[in-house]
């Protein structure tokens, strides 16, 4: 078990992310400097029925990254902002 929740765990499966239960894709602009900060690199965030996110690249990898360079946006997606979109989805 991760030592945060996933989105997943917090929503307990009873919405999805797309009306029809199939996958959502975003694009996101990838970055390693920091918020509003570039460059960038495109690449998309893929969103399963039940709220795991899917990048094209080892998140688990990121997080130790994250430890040397500071700043992940895709981190910033999967470990905050789709956790607090749980939480807001429960009230």
């Known amino acids: ?4 929740p996933t989105f997943a765990e917090v929503v307990g ?3 999805a992310p797309t009306p029809d239960g199939t996958d959502l894709v975003v694009p996101i602009e990838c970055s ?4 509003r900060s570039g460059p960038y690199v495109s690449h998309p965030l893929v969103l399963a029925p039940d709220w ?3 990048v ?6 990121e997080r130790v990254a994250a430890e040397v ?7 910033e997606y999967a470990d905050r902002a789709l956790p607090a979109a749980g939480c807001w989805c429960r009230v």
Not at 32 to 35: E, I, L, Q
Not at 56 to 61: E, F, N, T, V
């Open 1 to 4: 078990m991760a030592l945060r």
């Open 13 to 15: 499966g009873a919405l």
């Open 32 to 35: 390693t400097v920091g918020p």
């Open 52 to 54: 795991t996110a899917t």
């Open 56 to 61: 094209p690249h080892d998140l688990d990898a």
């Open 69 to 75: 360079v500071g700043y992940v946006t895709c981190l």
